[in-house]
């Protein structure tokens, strides 16, 4: 690993969270963080766009080459630390269906979305952040005409986000779609410990932040209704790696602060 090696990332981005698992479970010790405040909207910056011009964490950086996305930087770091830990799967075709299947979950919509009346009052706090998001956002138009243009489309798709996010249909349909999946990888979990088998592989650390997120924020049951699931939710939970990255207790109810992401 003798070229640097950096990563930006924010630690309560289900995204950022997939890459300090797997980091942690590859061995790579990353020379250098940076920590972007996504409330603050420091991704929205020319300098991070620069960067990414997606103004998206996480983005890792391996000498002259910039890895912007989790899916290519697990790809892309199993190749290129290939003396370390190996976390790449031993049967490709069927991980890289799971993974596809898995970043079709729209994330944000689960996070921030409020199904019914009752969440609509859970969710108002962490609603609010994501429109302060959107606030940062809208500020960065102002200030930063040279990637404005960028920015503009960014906040179309913010736009339509929010609109979802309270559209109790909308959501419950979201809800209807991930909990499918769910059954889905219920069932093909039957006789395996991972999703590959018995090796812990970097679609794992893709599910686990994935679970976390829907965890924290309200819907255990999504997953503990599920029996295989249950338990293999239960073994990456007690994976060192997952105690390294999510040691913060994070419930909605008492720590809405710790459960954003878009
Ligand atoms: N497909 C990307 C998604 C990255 C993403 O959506 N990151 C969110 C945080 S979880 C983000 O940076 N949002 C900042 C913003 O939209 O302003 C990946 O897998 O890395």
Known sequence: MSQPTKLYYNTKSVYSSIIRLYFHEKGVTVDETVHLDLGKGEQNTPEYHKVNPFTKVPVFVHGPIVVPDSRDITRYAEKAFANLNDLAPTHPEKANRILNELHT??????????????????????????????????????????????????????????????????????????????????????????????????????????????????????????????????EVQGRESYKMVFDIPCNISDHPEECTCR
């Open 105 to 234: 979950l729209r994330m944000a919509i689960l996070t921030y979305g409020v199904a019914n009346e009752q969440e609509a009052e859970t969710k108002k706090e962490l609603l609010n952040q994501f429109k302060a998001r959107r606030s940062a956002l809208k500020q960065a138009i102002d200030n930063y005409p040279d990637i404005a243009e960028d920015l503009k489309k960014k906040l179309q798709g913010t736009d339509k986000l929010l609109e979802t996010m309270q559209n109790f249909e909308q959501v419950q349909e979201e809800w209807g779609r991930t909990e499918e999946l769910f059954k889905w990888i219920d069932t093909h979990l039957e006789n395996r410990t991972y999703l590959d088998g018995t090796k812990y592989t970097y679609t794992d650390s893709h599910f686990t932040s994935i679970l976390s997120r829907i965890s924290h924020c309200g819907h255990r049951r999504s997953i503990l209704q599920y029996p295989n699931l249950a338990r293999y939710w239960k």
